[in-house]
């Protein structure tokens, strides 16, 4: 399977940074795919309107823990416009791309990181 993967892949997979979950965490996304039934969780904490901490919690597979890694690492310390900004193809290719049969995992990370945003701000807004 290692043949399939860019090693930028297997170097996230095999030691994913920012791993785990925020316990005080200021909004949380959890999105699955319905493509395979994989699961992800983003936590983030805000400060300054920037993400000043990131963590995740995948349930899935070695491209979606490796997309997960990435976006964590795209993500901290972007301020929350430019953190929505970051797409599926962003972190497909910060990874030297990924199989096309495996492109689908990419959207898990993407995805889970704008909602947990939107999350926020949905938070921020009923706050006020
Ligand atoms: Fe499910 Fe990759 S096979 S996220």
Do not use: W
Not at 72 to 101: F, Q
């Amino acid at each position: 399977m290692t043949g399939m993967y860019s090693e930028k892949v297997m170097e996230h997979f095999r030691k994913p940074k920012n791993m785990g979950k925020i316990e005080d965490a200021d909004a949380v996304g959890t999105v699955g795919n319905p493509v395979c039934g994989d699961l992800m969780t983003i936590y983030i904490k805000i400060k300054d309107n920037k993400i000043h901490d990131i963590k995740f919690q995948t349930f899935g597979c070695a491209a979606a823990i490796a997309t997960s890694s990435m976006i964590t690492e795209l993500a901290k310390g972007k301020t929350l416009d430019e953190a929505l900004k970051i797409t599926r193809d962003d972190v497909a290719n910060e990874l030297n791309g990924l199989p096309s049969i495996k492109m689908h995992c990419s959207n898990l990370a993407a995805d889970a990181l704008h909602k947990a945003i939107k999350n926020y701000l949905q938070k921020k807004e009923r706050e006020k």
